[in-house]
């Protein structure tokens, strides 16, 4: 698709990967809906943006309905809107006994509850030809340790873009599924990027994965997993799990040092940073 002139819903603009997306998409002509939390960053980012007199930005917490609602009724949307890009979301990376019920709460809604009532909500007015663009994550499809709830919504946004994709065959809209690896935010706790750090994990630039996943809406690809040996580790689990979780299993001492938090921690907003340890399991095979 080209992107001159399409209008396109851009959640979590403010933060990783969401900015540097807003840039890639306003160098391709676009015109863009910033959504975010805090209001002052994404003011500064449109500043920044290529035309910035052809964007505009919506405050709202997606996790509420209350505030859903009211993205939905600003002005930009009365005519349609040509993309949706469901980018917001948040982790906590922890075991699961150390989290809150509220941190379980709010990573289920915003990262699964959140795009498919944004969707259902903005399908009678999508135009065609229309994409929906949701930003998984590589735990979308590998279960890790330490991410139990993440994963969960993870896993439920691949299965809802792959169900809604088959359910709109030949109607003029596509669904598209773009899932990146670990990636280098200010978003991800202390904890999660010195996990990385011990574990040998490859991570990419929010710059990185906003190029990919911006030439994959131009391609229109329907599944897009960014990262070698991630792509392998997707396959590999799919085909073969008992074969990760002998690889993951050698990891978990390392994981739960960083993982354990009796206090709990912080909850992070991202998009999927993606903190995944994958590349040292796959060492223990040879990559072909």
């Given amino acids: 698709m080209n992107l001159e002139g399409k209008l396109v819903l851009l959640t979590g603009a403010s933060g990783g990967i969401g900015e540097e997306l807003a840039q890639e998409l306003a160098v391709q002509g676009a015109h863009l809906l910033l959504h975010g939390r805090r209001g002052s960053v994404l003011e500064r980012l449109r500043k920044t943006l290529s035309h910035p007199e052809r964007h505009q930005v919506v405050v709202a917490d997606l996790a509420f309905p209350h505030e859903r609602a009211a993205l939905l009724q600003h002005p930009a949307l009365e005519g349609g809107v040509d993309i949706l890009i469901n980018n917001a979301g948040c982790n906590q990376f922890a075991w699961l006994a150390d989290q809150s019920s509220e941190q379980v709460e709010r990573q289920l809604r ?47 946004l691949y ?76 396959r ?34 991202s998009n999927a940073d993606e903190s995944a340890s994958l590349a040292r399991p796959i060492a223990t095979h040879k990559e072909p």
């Fill in 159 to 234: 299965g809802f873009s792959e169900a809604l994709g088959r359910e709109l065959a030949g109607s003029g809209i596509k669904v598209l599924h773009f899932a990146p690896r670990a990636t280098r935010t200010t978003l991800n706790s202390q904890a999660a990027y010195e996990m990385n750090a011990a574990l040998g994990t490859r991570t990419d630039s929010p710059q990185e994965v906003a190029e990919q996943a911006v030439l994959a809406l131009c391609r229109e690809t329907r599944r897009r997993w960014l990262g070698w040996p991630e792509q392998l580790f997707v």
């Fill in 110 to 156: 915003l990262n699964i509850e959140a795009p498919i009532q944004l969707t259902r909500t903005l399908l009678p007015t999508l135009r065609k030809p229309g994409i929906i663009m949701n930003m998984g994550s590589s735990l979308g499809r590998i279960g890790h340790p330490g991410y139990s709830v993440y994963c969960a919504s993870k896993f439920a």
């Fill in 236 to 269: 590999l689990n799919a085909l073969l799990p008992a074969l990760v979780d002998k690889a993951l299993s050698k990891q978990l001492p390392i994981i739960e040092r960083y993982a354990r938090h009796p206090q709990g921690a912080a909850e992070h907003g």
